[in-house]
Every structure is written in structure tokens, then in C-alpha cells.
């Protein structure tokens, strides 16, 4: 047998899990969806807050991290009746934006930005701004819970002012699913698991004992593939320590089933 054929690949994705599953059984593999990324929860009191900070004071950088957290602040603007101020406002103010989907949702909008993660990560967009002659002003970041903290720290070592905008945050996985799939991968039930995000990732470890992290590091050594839909998530597995990580050229849904498909052809799985 050759590829996914007859592999049984958990899905630790919430948002297009079902796409991703009906993309594994057309390559003759078998989904289990495990959904631990965590119920995105849009704060709309904060939402409000930050659009009319953004509206009512001057920002020399908007730095834009995700396309869920634009998309829920042009949803919040229109609610507020003043998403074309939104949209202007964006259109005239410097942009960095980091992710495939933000880039996307600011070309719907005939906006360009003037600095890109050009591998993705934060980190590489962090950097180009350290080279960049807008430190010491005022820049607007929309971020969330999960590395808020971070980013404000990193923006204010380059002398940056900071507001920090945060309109959505996840709440925890359920518990009982997250136990599962800890489970199958410690017990190596599963061939692979694919994960769409870090925050994924971090909710598969945080709530594991020591000893317990080094058994599904163990499982992920030994017959389980961790496979991450690009650079970002698969970075954050080896942070924890996982070695053997596969992600696509490209960081599609599409291409990372077809990419793996031939990556088990081309390797022998013990």
C-alpha cells in the first residue's frame, strides 16, 4: 500500500476540519477529527474600543497579525456603521502585516502594505521593523492572547509607543477531546496528526504532566507523524521538542494532504 492509503490521520483543527477530513479520505486515508484549537470568542465591548482608537487617534504603523482579527474588526466597524473610515484609515497609514490570509483580505481592499513576513512568522516581521526607520512612533497592533505580551515587549525594545488591540481571544479545548487525542498519541493509535495552528500545539502540551509531554514527544519519534500546515505551526512543535515535523512548500490545506500523501510514499513508516 502505498501513501495515506488505509493511515489513520487525527485532525486537531476546529475551522475546516471538515474539509480536511473529506481531503484525507479522498487519498484513501481515515480521518479523526480532534478539534482542540479552542471556541474563538470575538470580544465586542474591546472590538468597539479599538476601532474608535483607531478612528479618533494618530498611529504612525498598523500592524495587522491575522486575517480572523481583521476580518473581526471590519465586522465591528460595520456593526458601528463606519467601515469605510476603517478602510480609509488603513489605506493611509503604513501597514506590516504578517500571514497569507491578511495579505488577502487587505488585496480584496486595494491595500498594500509596506512591510511583509516574508517566512510568515512574527518574528521575521519583527526584525524588518528593527531595520526600519519607524521606531520611536506610535504603532497599532492587532493581536490576541496568545502572544500579546511578546509583541508589545519586542515593539518596545525597538522604542516603540504601543496599543495593543485584541478582538478576539480562544477559549479552552474541551477537555474530554484534548484527553483523547493526548491518548491516541501517546498510544500511537494514530499514523499522523495535522495541526493547523500553534495554538493547537500549545493546548496539546500545556495541560500534560512532564512526563506525560515526553511520552507524546516519544509517540511523535516513533510512528506518529506531526504534520503542521506551515512554518509557523511547525515551529512551534519543535519548541516542544518534536524533531521530525512535516509541512508543505506552501501553506495550503490542499497541498499539505497531497504533500504527505507523498511523503509516505517516499518513506517507510516503522
Not at 497592533?141 to 495593543?164: P, T
Request: glycine letters at 4%; one cysteine or more.
Amino acid at each position: 500500500m502505498k501513501g495515506l492509503c488505509n493511515k489513520k490521520i487525527g485532525i486537531a483543527a476546529t475551522r475546516r476540519a471538515e474539509q480536511i477530513a473529506t481531503l484525507v479520505q479522498k487519498n484513501n486515508a481515515i480521518p479523526a477529527i480532534f478539534s482542540i484549537q479552542g471556541e474563538q470568542i470575538l470580544d465586542e465591548a474591546i472590538c468597539v474600543e479599538n476601532i474608535s482608537a483607531l478612528l479618533s487617534e494618530s498611529f504612525d504603523l498598523i500592524i495587522l497579525t491575522t486575517g480572523i482579527g481583521v476580518e473581526s474588526l471590519e465586522r465591528v466597524a460595520q456593526n458601528q456603521n463606519c467601515d469605510a473610515d476603517f478602510i480609509q484609515k488603513l489605506g493611509r497609514t503604513t501597514l506590516a502585516v504578517r500571514g497569507s490570509k491578511t495579505l488577502h483580505w487587505l488585496k480584496k481592499h486595494a491595500i498594500s502594505p509596506t512591510f511583509i513576513s516574508q517566512d510568515g512568522t512574527m518574528e521575521d516581521l519583527i526584525s524588518t521593523l528593527a531595520h526600519a526607520d519607524e521606531q520611536g512612533k506610535r504603532v497599532y497592533i492587532q493581536a490576541y492572547n496568545q502572544d500579546d505580551a511578546w509583541l508589545q515587549a519586542a515593539l518596545e525594545h525597538l522604542g516603540y509607543s504601543v496599543y495593543l488591540a485584541k478582538p478576539y481571544y480562544y477559549r479552552q479545548p474541551e477537555a474530554e477531546i484534548l484527553t483523547a487525542l493526548q491518548a491516541a498519541i501517546i498510544d500511537q493509535s494514530l499514523d499522523a496528526v495535522i495541526f493547523t495552528s500553534k495554538k493547537q500545539v500549545q493546548n496539546l502540551f500545556q495541560s500534560l504532566s512532564n512526563e506525560e509531554q515526553k511520552q507524546v514527544v516519544a509517540a511523535f519519534h516513533k510512528s506518529v507523524l506531526a504534520a503542521a500546515v506551515g512554518k509557523v505551526t511547525a515551529q512551534e512543535l519543535k519548541n516542544y521538542h518534536i524533531q521530525n515535523v512535516f509541512y508543505p512548500t506552501k501553506p495550503k490545506m490542499g497541498r499539505m494532504v497531497v504533500e504527505m500523501n507523498r511523503y509516505y510514499e517516499q518513506h517507510v513508516v516503522s
